[in-house]
């Protein structure tokens, strides 16, 4: 099974749009990504009509809106900065915004391609109701919307798929908060982020071999099986970003669940029919730092029910000493383990024909887009 992965031909016949070569670039995309979101204005007010405006200050909640990878990075700035910020972080992914959401409170809103139709009604709310809003696109609806009203636009690079712009997703989210003096600033922390990731991406390539590659050998164990992947507090958005990789890239089915939350009620599950329970691969999100009641929450969790009940149980261990480096660390190892299994799997890892499917037949049956359409030209005639 190694030498299959230890082949680059036969890696790069499956992997034939390249999305081994994309995520080998994440050190390279988090500098751009940087780079370009220092270039992002936030001004004290915006006019969206003769009416209508939007004023810019210190926001009493956040919302990130989108879906899908385009959501990813509120969810792991929303683990980033728990213990540090002290004002909310929600991530809506859905049509519409939370009831609460006003001119208190700051929308960033997220889509790679700028046309997910939530999204582009999610944006819309965040305009009608005057909140402090903020857009991070490629292009599409989103753009025009922004340039339309003179809404803060961080503006993307076309031409990847959405779940391999992670960074290009996250940083301008920082970013806006960093711009806002809602967090201190970042500099020093995304410096070490990006050296470890740099420094791991040796360990994880394709040219590195099976027993030396934490990426392939962790693929090998989740082969043939549904990947169960659990973090805690700082990983549950990297436990969830591992199982929409798994998902995408190895088309496969896979869920992500957290502790302490899942010694509550998902290890109960463990406990019925292990033909069942053997269908699944554990992953095991690890950190040294670790709060020692979490430590040992999944050690007995693993020795108790996981060793018992799973076909195998694997971990993934995150390095470096800032959050950010940690966070990124462990996120790493699974998005390469994801084209791994692909490639064990015989499929390429970067088309994702049901979803188009599903947006194509969506359309026809719901026509959101000229909805959407019709909803902007009323806002902008008001």
């Known amino acids: 099974m190694g ?60 919302i990130v809106a989108g879906m899908g990878g385009s959501a990813i990075g509120g969810n792991l700035l929303k683990d980033w900065l728990r213990d540090t910020l002290p004002i909310s972080i929600e991530v809506c992914r859905g049509y519409h915004l939370p009831a609460y959401a006003d001119e208190e409170t700051l929308v960033l809103v997220v889509s790679y391609s700028g046309n997910t139709e939530e999204t582009v009604s999610a944006c819309l709310d965040a305009i009608e109701k005057r909140c402090m809003t903020v857009v991070v696109t490629s292009g599409g609806l989103l753009q025009e919307f922004s340039e339309e009203f003179g809404v803060p636009l961080v503006r993307l690079p076309r031409g990847y798929p959405p779940r391999s712009a992670v960074a290009y997703l996250f940083f301008p989210l920082a970013s806006s908060l960093e711009k806002l003096r809602l967090i201190h600033p970042i500099e020093e922390e995304v410096k070490e982020a990006v050296a470890v990731v740099a420094e791991l991406r040796d360990e994880v390539r394709p040219e590195t071999p099976v027993p030396l590659n934490p990426s392939k050998r962790l693929a090998i164990g989740l082969e043939g099986s549904i990947p169960f992947v659990c973090g805690f507090d700082l990983y549950e958005s990297v436990a969830l970003r591992m199982k929409t990789q798994l998902n995408e890239n190895s088309k496969t089915p896979a869920k992500a669940e957290f502790f302490p939350e899942l010694n509550h009620n998902e290890a109960v599950g463990w406990t019925g029919l292990k033909s069942l329970t053997r269908s699944f691969s554990v992953v095991l999100i690890r950190d040294d730092q670790e709060p020692v009641e979490i430590k040992t929450r999944m050690d007995v969790t693993r020795r108790l029910i996981f060793e018992e009940g799973a076909k195998d149980v694997l971990e993934i261990r995150a390095r470096g000493r800032s959050r950010l480096a940690r966070m990124f660390s462990a996120m790493y190892v699974g998005d390469f383990a994801s084209i791994y299994l692909a490639v064990l799997y015989e499929v390429d890892p970067t088309p994702v024909a049901i979803i188009d499917e599903l947006k194509r037949q969506l359309e026809e049956k719901l026509k959101k887009g000229r909805e959407l359409s019709e909803r902007f030209e009323r806002l902008r005639a008001s």
Do not use: H, W
């Open 3 to 62: 030498s299959i992965l230890d082949d680059l031909k036969i890696i790069a016949d499956i992997d034939r749009e390249g999305m081994c070569k994309i995520v080998g670039c994440f050190p390279e995309q988090c500098e751009d990504a940087i780079t370009i979101s220092r270039g992002l204005t936030i001004p004290r007010e915006v006019k969206i009509t003769d009416k209508v405006s939007i004023k810019y200050g210190r926001p009493r909640n956040i």
